[in-house]
């Protein structure tokens, strides 16, 4: 015995699927040597073309993301997270997992890395409530705050 059944139309609208994009941001500068050993950013002039680095570490310490994103004229860096997955949705969240690096300047004058906002061995990111949203697409931004490089001939001084 055959049972019933009613083929689908085709015609049926399918949901609009939404892509949700992970998104790093941060601007990279070259950190006066006034002010080299601080945190202190004044004076500083942002570096386009320079390299960043983004990684990110699942909850077993293992790199499940990486990759080398080039900042904007206004070194400026929008870093899709591109093949980002979050495998354990407390444990692997971008603001636990993922820190930020810089890694080259383009100038020669200022390729010296600098450790502000810990630079140096990763900036954490923080989440400032910050969407982008379209009508078939969603970024969720993260901040990683400024990063830099400094001179080759600052020398440190007592602040």
């Not at 892509?19 to 050993?37: D, L, M, N, P, R």
């Not at 002039?45 to 390299?51: F, G, L, Q, Y």
């Not at 444990?91 to 997992?97: N, Q």
């Amino acid at each position: 015995m055959a049972f019933p059944y009613t083929k689908a139309s085709e015609n049926v609208p399918h949901p609009i699927q939404k892509k949700i994009e992970i998104v790093v941001e941060a601007v990279v500068y070259c950190q006066t040597c006034e002010h080299f050993g601080t945190w202190s950013l004044t004076g500083a002039k942002p570096i386009p073309s320079a390299k960043v680095s983004v990684t990110c570490k699942n909850h077993k310490g293992h790199v499940s993301f990486y990759k080398v994103f080039d900042t904007d004229k206004n070194g400026y860096l929008y870093a899709a997270l591109e093949g980002f997955k979050i495998q354990n949705h407390i444990l692997d969240h971008p603001l636990h997992s993922c820190f930020v690096k810089p890694v080259w300047s383009p100038l020669e004058s200022c390729n010296f890395l600098s450790n502000v906002n810990y630079g140096l061995n990763g900036a954490s990111l923080r989440y400032e409530d910050k969407r982008l949203v379209g009508s078939r697409y969603e970024a969720i931004i993260y901040a990683a705050g400024p990063l830099a490089f400094h001179p080759s001939h600052c020398t440190q001084t007592q602040h």
